[in-house]
């Protein structure tokens, strides 16, 4: 039996399987802080590309981690 939790959720529209062995409730937090990055961009830049909003809230994740 695998010991990962596969957990289902929702980051900027889409659905996405995520695998770990994190606690379920920690990895629906995770993803919902990147979907309000996600869309924190948007609201701020109308970008039209889900690979450039996805970068540029990884660069501010990633800012945020770094300060």
């Not at 919902?32 to 109308?46: C, G, N, Q, S």
Request: hydrophobic share 45%; proline share 3%.
């Amino acid at each position: 039996m695998d010991p990962k939790n596969v957990v289902q959720v929702q980051i900027f529209g889409h659905t996405y399987a995520i695998r770990s062995e994190a606690d379920q409730q920690y990895i629906v937090e995770v993803a919902a802080y990147v979907d309000r990055k996600m869309r924190e961009i948007t609201e701020k830049l109308p970008v039209a590309s889900l690979a450039k909003v996805a970068i540029l809230a990884s660069l501010n994740i990633a800012d945020e981690l770094y300060k």
